[in-house]
């Protein structure tokens, strides 16, 4: 069973910086550079939006709303895939979770693969 734990969550004020860490663990033979990750954030009242997607052929990509301001990047040899978010906005301001998927897939495919782990989150306060 896959395990994702999230980490570096806080309250900073618009434009400041934070990095997300997800440390993916109980991979049985693969790492995570055969699957893809993702950063989903949810705030309250609000659906689930996938904010940056690194792909399982190592490709990545980020949101129009993000783009430009957050970078996801995935270490291979520490299980570990990051969102690093600069310039940041109240308008960030939610849980942000990671999702990861085994095996070849695309990130944008995330929340439709019945197998996907999530993790429990990690709280970004933006104030203004």
């Known amino acids: 069973q896959v395990n994702l734990e999230e980490s570096g969550g806080g309250s900073v004020q618009a434009g400041g910086s934070l990095r997300l860490s997800c440390v993916a663990s109980?991979?049985?033979?693969?790492?995570?550079?055969?699957?893809?990750m993702g950063w989903f954030r949810q705030a309250p009242g609000k659906g689930r939006e996938l904010v940056a997607g690194?792909?399982?052929?190592?490709?990545?990509f980020s949101a129009d709303s993000v783009k430009g301001r957050f970078t996801i990047s995935k270490d291979n040899n520490k299980n570990t895939l990051y969102l690093q978010m600069a310039s940041l906005l109240p308008e960030d301001t939610a849980m942000y979770y990671c999702?990861?998927?085994?095996?070849?897939?695309?990130?944008?495919?995330?929340?439709?693969?019945?197998?996907?782990?999530w993790g429990q989150g990690t709280q970004v306060t933006v104030s203004s």
């Open positions: 999702a990861a998927a085994m095996g070849a897939c695309w990130a944008r495919s995330l929340a439709k693969i019945k197998t996907t782990a």
């Open positions: 109980g991979y049985p033979y693969e790492s995570v550079s055969a699957s893809c």
């Open positions: 690194a792909n399982s052929d190592g490709s990545t």
